[in-house]
């Protein structure tokens, strides 16, 4: 038996989402203060989260609320912390500047609205039904196991490369 | 409503964002959020078709993994670099960082 109203609820929760994300977004890029920023990049990372509920991969959605606002997050807020002083004026942004970057952006938007509509999106085939994390799992050490490997060497090379950078600027300076 | 076009608009959107404040801005820690949107973006792509159109619906979610462990990666380089850069001018906005101009 179904309800009527769990589908439109379903659909109301997915709007919110939506909107929650294009918010955070927009305050991630606008205001001046950098705190702003970052917070408006959690709100908007978290409603990416909720999208990927709504595409049908807990996993993923997990996996984008632990390592985004878990860990990339939390490392800019610390990064802001040790930089800048937080009440020293920030210089004024220049008009030609915001002109010409608004330009670009939209002009890149538009290009890729039409492409969006235009094209005639046609569904594989044959369609896997396998949502599992088994699945993701068992592809990962067997078809993608050389890319999950160098994937793995690129993160332990970047730690001790950002250890380095940073350990070493404070001896040379 | 629910379509592949819904999820493709909001990604292209935040894509968008993220360009504009990539160009526009010049304190570093604002042009690395940037890229992050953009990186957000493409994830949310690959999500979508995955969800629509894909004939295995692993494959997009592990790209999509492998994205954010790049991400991660990404952030940390450029957050060692950033305070590597303000100890030395003694400031993060991107215009001063002209040593290596050509």
């Keep these: ?173 | 409503m629910n379509t592949l076009e819904t999820y493709l608009v909001v990604a292209a959107v935040l894509f968008c964002l993220g360009l504009l404040g990539v160009l526009q801005r010049r304190n570093l820690i604002g042009i690395l959020i940037s890229i992050e949107l953009m990186l957000n973006g493409a994830n949310i792509n690959f999500m979508a078709f995955n969800r629509f159109l894909a004939p295995e619906p692993a494959v997009g979610q592990i790209i999509a993994l492998f994205v954010m462990g790049l991400a991660a990666a990404e952030a940390a380089i450029g957050l060692s670099i950033i305070l590597a850069l303000f100890r030395r001018l003694h400031s993060i906005n991107i215009e001063r960082a002209q040593r290596l101009r050509g």
């Design chain 1, 1 to 173: 038996m179904s309800f009527p109203g769990v589908e439109n609820l379903a659909q109301m929760a997915f709007w919110v989402t939506l909107g929650f994300t294009l918010t955070g977004a927009f305050i991630a890029v606008f205001p001046r203060n950098i705190l702003y920023n970052v917070l408006g990049l959690s709100l908007c990372l978290a409603g990416i989260g909720g999208i990927y509920l709504c595409l049908g991969s807990f996993f993923i959605a997990l996996m984008q609320w632990l390592i985004y606002i878990g860990a990339i997050t939390i490392a800019i807020v610390f990064a802001i912390m040790l930089s800048r002083p937080l009440y020293t004026a920030v210089p004024e942004r220049k008009v030609p500047k915001v002109a010409l970057a608004t330009a670009a952006g939209a002009v890149f938007l538009v290009a890729v609205l039409g492409v969006i509509f235009k094209t005639n999106w046609k569904p594989a085939v044959e369609r896997g039904k396998d949502w599992s994390v088994a699945a993701i799992g068992h592809l990962l050490l067997t078809r993608y196991d050389l890319v999950f490997e160098v994937i793995s060497l690129v993160l332990l090379v970047a730690i001790i490369g950002a250890i380095v950078t940073a350990g070493y600027s404070r001896r040379l300076s």
